[in-house]
């Protein structure tokens, strides 16, 4: 019989990510309606350890829907990754009485949640909310569909100062580790030639590539770069290097940094936010923990948290061949 919950807590960690809002209206309404209370949790981990928890009614999530970022802010916490931090959260849970946590964040958040349960035994659920979609059990995370959309639309200016130029762009999009932004958004965006970590195109292989675009007649192109790509060289070292070996284009770089996580998040991510906070109290209050809630083929599923942070997406390799016979 689990134990029942009358108190459950809910924290944002990591990176921001656009829909985390909308996922904690979620949480925090679900709550009031099966008549619980629900406390938002400050600063994430590090706000866990301080003990920086409010009551949050309906009223309290009121036009925060269409906000980017989040309201109850994020922290990296390297105290909780002690034994002795995180003895501190859970002494400041149990003085709230909060007998479970909503955990929105990425794979290194929900590291810290199943370690924080198989300490202490307090239940947890995951919700994905990172830009980069590498977690594992899901095929969106919240806040990539908004990046995605950030990133078109900054390109489809890029493009039109290259037309105008005869300028090669580089335009070095987030994605450390993961290629997903780049590919797709480059697919989007027309570009010519896409770098990512998962593919490594060389540095040859990228001259003959753009060499064959200068030879049927375009005069301007966007290379779109994962910041993790593999190449050997950073996005302005690559660019020195296409411009001495390429000087009839002139090549300029673009980072676009940090403002791929904020903004208003889309209709889609509001929506799977919506339906992920919705599924993920549910879970809670029907005895489950140490899962993640995901999205698979439109239907709401769930993964082991040590499946989502074992596991890994793989690109879509159609989509790399699409976006080859796009470049010509």
Do not use: W
């Not at 676009?256 to 879970?283: I, K, N, T, W, Y």
């Amino acid at each position: 019989m689990p134990k029942k919950i009358f108190k459950l807590g809910v924290l944002t960690s990591g990176g921001d990510a656009p829909g985390m809002n909308a996922a904690i209206r979620s949480v925090v309404r679900t709550c009031s309606h099966y008549n619980i209370e629900c406390y938002g949790i400050y600063r994430g981990y590090e706000g866990m350890i301080e003990g920086d928890f409010k009551l949050m009614e309906a009223r309290s999530v009121s036009n925060i829907i269409n906000r980017g970022g989040t309201i109850l802010k994020s922290a990296r916490s390297q105290e909780f990754r002690t034994p002795v931090g995180r003895k501190k959260a859970f002494d400041k849970l149990q003085e709230a009485e909060i007998d479970a946590l909503v955990v929105i964040g990425g794979d290194g958040s929900f590291t810290g949640a199943k370690i924080f349960n198989e300490e202490f035994g307090i239940p947890v659920i995951g919700i994905p909310g990172t830009i980069d979609n590498d977690i594992y059990g899901t095929d969106y995370t919240l806040g990539y569909d908004t990046a995605l959309n950030t990133v078109v639309e900054v390109i489809d200016k890029i493009r039109d100062t290259a037309s105008s130029h005869n300028r090669l762009f580089f335009v070095e999009v987030m994605g450390r580790d993961a290629g997903f932004i780049a590919l797709n958004a480059g697919v989007g965006a027309g570009a010519e030639e896409i770098l990512i970590p998962e593919e490594d195109l060389g540095l040859d292989r990228l001259l003959e590539s753009l060499q064959r675009s200068k030879r049927s007649g375009k005069a301007s192109s966007i290379v779109v770069v994962a910041e993790g790509d593999k190449n050997g060289k950073n996005v302005f070292e690559l660019a020195k290097y296409v411009e001495q070996n390429m000087p009839e284009y002139e090549a300029r770089v673009s980072v676009l940094g940090h403002m791929q996580r904020g903004g208003s998040p889309s209709c889609f991510d509001r929506v799977l936010a919506s339906r992920m906070g919705v599924r993920a109290v549910e879970l809670l209050l029907d005895g489950h923990s140490n899962l993640m809630v995901g999205m698979k083929n439109n239907k709401i599923e769930t993964v082991s948290l040590e499946k989502a942070i074992k596991g890994s997406n793989h690109i879509d390799k159609e989509l790399i061949r699409v976006s080859g016979i796009m470049g010509v």
